[in-house]
């Protein structure tokens, strides 16, 4: 039979008292667009419902979803190509640059639909 260490945390001692400081500055951690609210709470040990609350709290609006564009297309032709072989045998890929400094390359023979599942995963729906 082993022993193992309990600690049972009642009353005022429960819970952790957060100022108005120190939402304020959890708070704008989740707004810089560097990390997520879940990861920000992650990062202060607290719930990320409570990371909202206090969004709300302060005022932050939800983000709209931002409308759907058009983007710029930078096509370049790869070196294969530019040697006389057929466009079809050519070794290409495309890369997505999705921001938060992450980007998606695939070649050409990629599923489309997990494509798009993969790029619905990194915008966070």
Do not use: C, N
Request: aromatic content about 4%; hydrophobic content about 40%; glycine content about 6%.
């Amino acid at each position: 039979m082993s022993i193992h260490q309990l600690e049972i945390l009642a009353g005022s001692m429960r819970r952790r008292k957060f100022t108005r400081t120190s939402k304020e500055s959890i708070v704008s951690e989740t707004l810089t667009g560097e990390m997520t609210v879940t990861e920000v709470a992650r990062r202060h040990d607290v719930d990320r419902s409570l990371v909202y609350r206090w969004r709300r709290e302060l005022g932050v609006a939800e983000r709209a979803e931002e409308p759907r564009a058009f983007v710029p297309v930078k096509v370049q032709q790869a070196p294969d190509s530019a040697m006389g072989m057929p466009a079809a045998t050519a070794s290409s890929a495309i890369e997505i640059h999705v921001g938060r400094g992450r980007s998606v390359r695939v070649t050409r023979d990629f599923d489309a639909s997990t494509l798009s599942r993969v790029l619905d995963v990194l915008e966070g729906r």
